[in-house]
Every structure is written in C-alpha cells, then in structure tokens.
C-alpha cells in the first residue's frame, strides 16, 4: 500500500522499521542503505524496535537496501522523496529455515578465514581463534574483547537484553572503531553486536588498535578496526569435518511494503 503526504518545513527524511514478516516482531542490527540517482549513499543501523531514520542530502528518487545476518540482502526498491517531507517505509524479511542433512562424524578440522594466519604471523593485530573464544567462556560477544589492550567496553541496555558500547582509546581520547562481520561493515554504535552474534557463532576475532594497521580493504574510518568471521564449513579438502552444529540454510523472500505519510 502506498500512500503520500508531507510533513512541515524542513530537511528530507526517511523513516521507517524493519520486521519479520512471519512473526512481525522487530529486526535489530538490519543495515538500511539509501542511495540517491547521482549515487548520495546515507546508511543507518536498526535499534532494538527494529527503527531508524536517515537524513536524506536533497529531495529526489531513492534505492533502498537492507542487510541483515540471517536474511537474503534486499536490493532494488526506490521511493521518491520531496522537498521537507518525512517519508515512512517499513521493511518485512521472510525467512525460511530448512534443515540439511546430517554430516558424518570422523574428525574436527578448523576452519580459517583467508589471510588469517598470514595476518597473524605479521603481528600488527590481536587474534582470536575458536579455541581462545571457548576459553573465554563470555555470554556476550563484546565481553570476548573485554582486557584487549586499547579497548572499552560501556554497559548499554538495548530492548529486553543489555550488551556494550565497543570503543578504542586512540591518541585523541575514545573512537568508535570499524566492525566488520564476514566482511560485510557493521554500521553501529557497538551495542547492536551483541544482539546480531553471539560467542558461539564465531569463529575467530582479529583486533587492530590502528586503522593503518588493518588488512587494506577493511581500512574504513579514522579509528581502529574489529574483524568478526563466524563458523562456517572449510573448503573441501577432501577430508571429512566434524562438526558438532548443523546449521539451517536459509532461503527468504523479502518484501518491502512503502507507506509514505
């Protein structure tokens, strides 16, 4: 359903609330992408009801994209927006989980990401492997981070649940460093992490106090950068893994439903 309107004097917005469509429940940790036809990109981070509202530089057409881990990346919807008008949208992700069949047992491998062990050998960083993170026994994933040199941690309350705010201490006081997860940048204060993954998801971490430190295509901001790679099945190396969760693949349809007021 599309409807229009405007609201009084002033900049361009858009506002809006992603959802499950099956359950309807808020979506969190979604990343909202609008990118203008002369390619203006305005992005923003859904909060615990699943909200957010971006600035929009000029009046003109938009494409919308949201990312969310767990879903199928929606690209390609646009709206128009107009001079001093607040524009709404609310965007449902359909999921459907099927479960894959059982793998046969023989041995445990650990999977790496690619360069993990390159960029480790070089000591510019801070790493994480699934070994150190089970050692750590943390229930929240930024309390894996918790006593890494250059590193704060500031107890936020989000919805029902609570996690931190992730900073770095850099020569001109606190910043909020680069978060990347599958290689894919986490557009947050640090306080959604906690809500998106969870210790038992990961991997491996890779901590870099300094943006000119980190792997050159994760260079991105002015401060430090965190990388966090989640478990996933190695290349077929021809020998057969353990392992001890089966995941469910995920198949899912999303619509993005406009109601411009």
């Known amino acids: ?18 959802v499950d469509a099956t359950t309807h429940g808020p979506l969190s940790g979604t990343t909202v992408h609008v990118q203008s036809e002369r390619n203006q990109v305005r992005q923003a981070t859904t909060d615990s009801g699943g909200t957010f509202s971006i600035g929009m530089p000029a009046a003109g057409l938009y494409t919308v994209v949201a990312t969310r881990i ?4 929606h690209r390609g919807d646009t709206v128009r927006v107009g001079d001093a ?38 000591g510019f960083g801070r790493f994480l492997t ?4 089970e050692t750590r026994t943390s229930s929240n994933t930024s309390e ?25 201490r850099g020569t001109a006081g606190l910043c909020q460093p680069s978060v990347w997860i599958d290689g894919i940048p986490l557009v947050d204060d640090g306080a959604g992490l ?11 971490i890779e901590i870099y106090n300094s943006t000119s430190t980190a792997p050159i295509q994760y260079r991105t901001g002015t401060c430090g950068v965190v990388l966090f790679w989640t478990k996933r ?23 993005l439903v406009l109601l411009l007021r």
Do not use: C, H
């Not at 309107?5 to 992603?18: E, K």
């Not at 709404?88 to 099927?98: H, I, P, W």
């Open 85 to 122: 008008e607040t524009v709404s949208v609310e965007v449902r992700l359909d999921r459907n989980a099927v479960p894959l069949r059982p793998v046969v047992v023989t041995e445990r491998t650990s999977w790496l990401p690619d360069g993990f062990e390159q960029r480790r050998a070089a």
């Open 1 to 18: 359903m599309l409807t229009l309107g405007s609201l009084g004097a002033g900049g361009q917005t858009l506002r809006g609330t992603v």
């Open 70 to 73: 767990g879903y199928l990346p």
């Open 194 to 204: 906690d809500a998106i993954l969870t210790p038992g998801m990961l991997e491996a």
């Open 233 to 255: 099945s190695p290349p077929d190396d021809g020998k057969r893994t353990r392992w001890w969760k089966i995941a469910l693949g995920a198949s899912a349809g999303i619509g």
């Open 130 to 133: 699934r070994k150190d993170i």
């Open 144 to 168: 894996l981070l918790r006593g890494m040199p250059g590193i704060q941690l500031t107890p936020v309350r989000r919805g029902r649940g609570s996690g931190n705010i992730l900073q770095m």
